[in-house]
């Protein structure tokens, strides 16, 4: 059985990188993993990777690379000075691959570099860079009866740090919940400092959830996944592709990793208020939330699925 290692660049299974690298390991069960984290791995993440063998591991030398008999290392957001090797690809003693999620910053040599969109390609601007768009899981709790529910609810799941969380969005929701008196709203994630406002924000319509990795379970009570952020723009995406995978509609942001992900007929880009506005007008329409909510859940299960993500990671592979 192939070893492969992850050397993950942060221990919290809440973010994006973390979730990856449980998909690779999802995706690859024939495989034996280990993951490891630069800072300390949660609770939550040592319950996520029960099923491997993960270890802290702040900077990757030589001797704890080969302690762990690697035949296979992705890197997941690692600095030249987080390993041994540093820039210097033909110094790395197994096949790797780096695996980008974010700008900023230098990233460590590998036999191979790919990205998470093709919106992150063209912004770290190096054409040899290939994309290999993540795989995601199903929520397999939580309600599957959204056409019986008295209210439609949309909901907000992000990292909790407050420059996810800005405090733009408290009169954003504001021209919303005026707007829409039919709809119920859910958070996932807001941080304390921002969550009494936007609770008033809401008129008594809103409910506040912990950021946890199960929380996409939720998605599955959701009509609708709505992001907007005024300055910070996603390069993937991760939980749109998890909501539309649960029948849940995104309505996002008309940027980034989010165009990669939207087609016409299956969620909505938008570029200002009133155009999310009338797209939950749209939505409202029992029939046309319908229609839009089976055709997020094909277009995820063929782009988004671990089958289809173990495909391309595996065409990546066996190119080192």
């Not at 800072?39 to 990757?60: D, G, M, N, Y």
């Not at 959701?222 to 649960?246: D, I, K, N, Q």
Request: hydrophobic letters at 40%.
């Amino acid at each position: 059985m192939m070893r492969l290692i992850q050397y993950c660049n942060v221990g919290n299974i809440v973010g994006g990188t973390a979730a990856c690298a449980w998909s690779v390991t999802r995706a690859l069960p024939d495989f034996e993993h280990v993951v490891l984290f630069r800072s300390q791995p949660t609770l939550e993440t040592r319950q996520a990777f029960e099923h491997c063998k993960i270890a802290f591991v702040p900077h990757l030398t030589s001797e704890i690379l080969m302690s762990w008999r690697a035949d296979v290392l992705i890197l997941h957001n690692i600095s030249p000075a987080n390993v041994f090797w540093g820039h210097e690809k033909k110094n790395l003693p197994v096949r790797g691959l780096q695996y980008i999620h974010s700008t900023g910053g230098s990233r460590a040599g590998a036999a191979r570099m790919v990205c998470c969109s093709e919106s992150l390609k063209e912004q770290l601007g190096h054409p040899s860079i290939e994309v290999l768009t993540q795989g995601v899981p199903v929520a397999v709790s939580g309600s599957t009866c959204r056409r019986e529910q008295k209210r439609f609810v949309v909901g907000r799941i992000c990292t909790p740090v407050d420059r996810k969380w800005p405090t733009e969005l408290l009169s954003f929701y504001d021209r919303l919940v005026k707007i829409h008196p039919q709809i119920d709203w859910a958070f996932v994630g807001c941080p304390k400092s921002l969550e009494q406002s936007l609770r008033e924000v809401c008129c008594g319509r809103a409910v506040f959830h912990r950021a946890e990795f199960n929380a996409r379970k939720l998605l599955r009570d959701w009509h609708v996944l709505l992001y907007h952020h005024p300055s910070l723009t996603e390069s993937f995406g991760r939980t749109v592709a998890e909501a539309m995978r649960c029948g849940c509609v995104p309505v996002v942001d008309d940027k980034g990793g989010f165009r990669e992900q939207i087609i016409p007929g299956a969620g909505y880009l938008c570029g200002n208020v009133e155009e999310f506005s009338a797209a939950l007008e749209e939505l409202l329409i029992p029939e046309r939330w319908i229609s839009h909510s089976q055709n997020c859940q094909s277009h995820a299960d063929e782009h988004f699925s671990l089958r289809s993500f173990r495909q391309r990671l595996l065409s990546q592979l066996i190119c080192l």
